[in-house]
Nanobody, 114 residues
Framework: QVQLVESGGGLVQPGGSLTLSCAAS????????MAWYRQAPGKERKFVAR????????YYADSVEGRFTISRDNGKNILYLQMNHLKPEDTAVYYC???????WGQGTQVVASS
């Protein structure tokens, strides 16, 4: 069964940090380019970051460049998103995505608020 399961979301104060994880199963993870997206309340889902299949290249949305880091562990089939210096506007449900097959996880909620 093809599956992506996100975890690691929660409530954090502005300026704080969180690391999201996405566990992949049912497909060849090390052959797959991956991405993170997010959807704020009442807004469309938006791109956050992507990474090539072996992690040699990454790309970020302007809004998170320099604060977020996407990475992966192909031995464990896990995708990560390290989020630093969080802002209230980072509040959203975060989704991981397998780009070629367009596979999505169920999402994990991140709230940056005091």
């Amino acid at each position: 069964q093809v599956q992506l399961v996100e975890s690691g979301g929660g409530l954090v104060q502005p300026g704080g940090s969180l690391t999201l994880s996405c566990a992949a199963s049912g497909f060849t993870f090390h052959s797959s380019a991956m991405a993170w997206y997010r959807q704020a309340p009442g807004k469309e889902r938006k791109f956050v970051a992507r990474i090539t299949n072996i992690g040699t290249s990454t790309y970020y949305a302007d809004s998170v460049e320099g604060r977020f880091t996407i990475s992966r562990d192909n031995g464990k089939n896990i995708l990560y998103l390290q989020m630093n210096h969080l802002k209230p506007e980072d509040t959203a449900v975060y989704y991981c995505n397998e780009i070629f097959r367009d596979i999505w996880g169920q999402g994990t909620q991140v709230v940056a608020s005091s």
